[in-house]
């Protein structure tokens, strides 16, 4: 097979890698929203309470959360290929224990099987793409496709969970996801790399395990209750105290452990540091756009579950154009410093127009243009901020370095959540009581409670939008200029090489040695 054949015959074969990568984290990230639809229609299936119903969705995330530095990490010890299988077949089985759950009690378990296996297969699947695509130009679109997933995968959620649960059963929702992970283990045995280890074995960091983990647990546990129970419950302080504490304790940890699990100076790096508060913003933002324009398009405006999740198709189809745009045009261009901030900007501006939505907002006119506007905000942000996220990672430290794209946009959402769905609820309670006195009959009560719903869901877009305008700030300071960038990335490009020779040389050896 001549060089250039076989050079072609490689370029196929990651582009193969991608669409199982993609697919693998389009399964995990729709499944954060793809089962809120399903609820309703599980509870009255399984007869459990609303009081209940949030551990649900609360089972996956405190999962999810807490264990993706320990996942990220396992696929560096274990071997990407294995733990990116491993966590597919988890995450199939586990759904399917929810798919077929008679009790809530086994529901709640499942999901909470979902999270962990999740923890192992988003860091995983992220980091086999940084290590598989080194060249410029093929790195470029492939992250431009994980980006957009990235952002878009909640959207797809809602449409695909509106459509599952209306025309066949909410089951679906968890069963659809052992049909994805056949045919991305499929592709992962064919397509996926084996990386050979050089150097060493090194040892999993038990210490700096226990304190994130635990760290990161009490976190969105702590956002999490505040949620339900408010921030004056005891079990909310104490958990982020305790959260506080833990992760202080890890970074000093962090500092004198032989075999840390997250060498600070993969997030001290400016433009890594950067990028993980980019996403950080952009997860905590955009739970802003799904679930109160959600609550809003069901609730105020009447829209069904499959209508509700067709309206977001627009801003998909804008967030994937801005993405390929973005990586393969503008950032080789001007790079994150530019083209993060401007997506900040656009997504402030979006949530700001949403302000506007009242009661007799028509789709079309009023609904659209916004929404367009977000998608193309996000996939200005998303693609641009996790490449720069794991450029010129040591490929040892490749999957606690993609984790930390995973964990800013899962704290980010949690986070995120129990604020604005607290500032939402004080805003509903004080407009009703401004307004109820004037309202006699019933039909009047019932307008001055759907107009306090609007009013809350405005307040969400304001300070969603606070968040992006604060983000636009800090990223236009903390990226590094365009040049910077290219120099990290030739370098990144040369150590792949080096890399792939010394590969190519180790099993040379081997097969004359044998």
Not at 56 to 71: D, E, I, R
Not at 94 to 103: K, Q, T
Not at 227 to 241: I, K, Q
Not at 426 to 440: D, E, F, H, L
């Given at each position: 097979?001549?060089?250039?054949?076989?050079a072609e015959?490689?370029?196929?074969r990651?582009?193969?890698?991608?669409a199982?990568?993609?697919?693998?984290?389009?399964?995990?990230?729709l499944?954060a929203t793809?089962?809120?639809?399903?609820?309703?229609?599980?509870?009255?299936?399984?007869?459990?309470s609303?009081?209940?119903?949030?551990?649900?969705?609360?089972a996956?995330s405190l999962?999810f959360?807490?264990?993706l530095?320990?996942?990220?990490?396992?696929s560096d010890?274990i071997?990407?290929?294995?733990?990116?299988?491993?966590?597919?077949?988890?995450?199939a089985a586990a759904?399917?224990?929810?798919?077929?759950?008679?009790s809530?009690?086994?529901l709640v378990?499942?999901?909470?099987?979902?999270?962990?296996?999740?923890?192992?297969?988003a860091p995983?699947?992220?980091?086999?793409?940084?290590?598989?695509?080194?060249?410029?130009?093929?790195r470029?679109?492939?992250?431009?496709?994980?980006?957009?997933?990235a952002?878009?995968g909640?959207?797809?959620?809602?449409?695909?969970g509106?459509y599952?649960?209306q025309d066949?059963?909410w089951?679906?929702?968890?069963y659809?996801?052992v049909?994805f992970?056949?045919?991305?283990?499929?592709g992962?045995?064919?397509f996926?790399?084996?990386?050979k280890?050089?150097?060493?074995?090194?040892?999993?960091?038990?210490p700096g395990?226990l304190?994130?983990s635990?760290?990161?647990?009490?976190?969105v546990?702590?956002?999490s209750?505040?949620e339900?129970?408010?921030?004056?419950?005891?079990?909310?302080?104490?958990?982020?105290?305790?959260?506080?504490i833990?992760?202080?304790a890890f970074?000093?940890?962090?500092?004198?452990?032989?075999?840390?699990?997250?060498?600070?100076?993969?997030?001290?790096?400016?433009?890594?540091?950067a990028?993980?508060?980019?996403?950080?913003?952009?997860?905590?933002?955009?739970?802003?756009?799904?679930?109160?324009?959600?609550?809003?398009?069901?609730?105020?405006?009447?829209?069904?579950p499959?209508?509700?999740?067709?309206?977001?198709?627009p801003m998909?189809?804008?967030l994937?154009?801005?993405?390929?745009?973005?990586?393969?045009?503008?950032v080789?261009r001007?790079?994150?410093k530019?083209?993060v901030?401007?997506?900040?900007?656009?997504?402030?501006?979006?949530?700001?127009?949403?302000?506007?939505?009242?009661?007799?907002?028509?789709?079309a006119?009023?609904?659209?243009?916004p929404?367009?506007?977000?998608?193309l905000?996000?996939g200005?942000?998303?693609?641009?901020?996790?490449?720069?996220?794991?450029?010129?990672?040591?490929?040892?430290?490749a999957?606690v370095?993609?984790?930390?794209?995973?964990?800013?946009?899962?704290?980010?959402?949690s986070i995120?959540?129990?604020?604005?769905n607290?500032?939402?609820?004080?805003?509903v309670?004080?407009?009703?009581?401004?307004?109820?006195?004037?309202?006699?009959?019933?039909?009047?009560?019932?307008?001055?409670?759907?107009?306090?719903?609007?009013?809350g869901?405005?307040v969400?877009?304001?300070?969603?939008?606070g968040?992006?305008l604060?983000?636009?700030?800090?990223?236009?300071?903390l990226f590094?200029?365009?040049?910077?960038?290219?120099a990290?990335l030739?370098?990144?490009?040369?150590?792949?090489?080096?890399?792939?020779?010394?590969?190519?040389?180790?099993?040379?050896?081997?097969?004359?040695?044998?």
């Amino acid at each position: 097979m001549s060089e250039k054949t076989a050079a072609e015959t490689a370029s196929t074969r990651r582009w193969f890698t991608l669409a199982t990568v993609a697919l693998a984290q389009l399964m995990v990230v729709l499944d954060a929203t793809v089962v809120n639809i399903a609820l309703p229609a599980a509870q009255a299936d399984l007869g459990f309470s609303n009081g209940d119903r949030q551990w649900v969705v609360t089972a996956y995330s405190l999962a999810f959360g807490s264990l993706l530095l320990l996942g990220g990490r396992m696929s560096d010890l274990i071997g990407r290929k294995r733990a990116f299988i491993i966590g597919l077949i988890g995450f199939a089985a586990a759904s399917a224990l929810g798919g077929a759950a008679d009790s809530f009690g086994t529901l709640v378990a499942a999901r909470a099987l979902q999270g962990l296996f999740g923890a192992l297969l988003a860091p995983t699947a992220l980091a086999v793409l940084t290590t598989t695509f080194t060249i410029p130009k093929e790195r470029a679109r492939a992250f431009g496709v994980f980006g957009a997933i990235a952002g878009a995968g909640g959207a797809v959620g809602l449409l695909l969970g509106g459509y599952l649960t209306q025309d066949f059963s909410w089951r679906w929702n968890l069963y659809i996801n052992v049909f994805f992970a056949i045919v991305a283990v499929i592709g992962a045995l064919i397509f996926v790399p084996t990386n050979k280890r050089t150097g060493p074995r090194p040892k999993l960091d038990v210490p700096g395990t226990l304190l994130v983990s635990g760290g990161l647990f009490a976190l969105v546990y702590g956002f999490s209750n505040a949620e339900t129970n408010g921030w004056g419950d005891f079990w909310t302080w104490s958990m982020l105290v305790a959260s506080g504490i833990l992760l202080v304790a890890f970074v000093l940890w962090q500092q004198r452990a032989k075999h840390p699990l997250l060498p600070l100076k993969i997030v001290l790096h400016r433009n890594r540091g950067a990028s993980y508060l980019s996403v950080f913003v952009a997860g905590s933002g955009m739970f802003a756009v799904f679930l109160f324009l959600t609550y809003y398009l069901q609730t105020s405006l009447g829209f069904s579950p499959i209508t509700t999740g067709m309206s977001f198709l627009p801003m998909i189809a804008c967030l994937v154009l801005a993405a390929q745009l973005g990586t393969n045009i503008f950032v080789p261009r001007f790079g994150p410093k530019v083209l993060v901030p401007i997506g900040m900007l656009m997504a402030s501006a979006a949530l700001a127009w949403m302000t506007l939505l009242d009661l007799s907002s028509t789709y079309a006119a009023n609904i659209l243009p916004p929404l367009m506007l977000m998608g193309l905000a996000m996939g200005t942000i998303m693609p641009a901020s996790i490449q720069t996220a794991t450029l010129g990672v040591d490929r040892q430290y490749a999957g606690v370095a993609s984790a930390m794209v995973n964990t800013s946009q899962q704290v980010g959402g949690s986070i995120s959540t129990a604020l604005l769905n607290t500032l939402v609820a004080t805003a509903v309670t004080n407009y009703i009581a401004s307004n109820i006195a004037g309202a006699t009959t019933p039909a009047a009560q019932a307008a001055v409670a759907a107009q306090a719903a609007v009013n809350g869901y405005h307040v969400a877009y304001w300070c969603a939008s606070g968040f992006f305008l604060a983000g636009a700030i800090m990223a236009a300071l903390l990226f590094e200029r365009k040049a910077s960038i290219h120099a990290t990335l030739h370098a990144a490009h040369a150590t792949a090489e080096q890399h792939r020779e010394n590969d190519r040389q180790a099993d040379a050896s081997a097969a004359t040695a044998g």
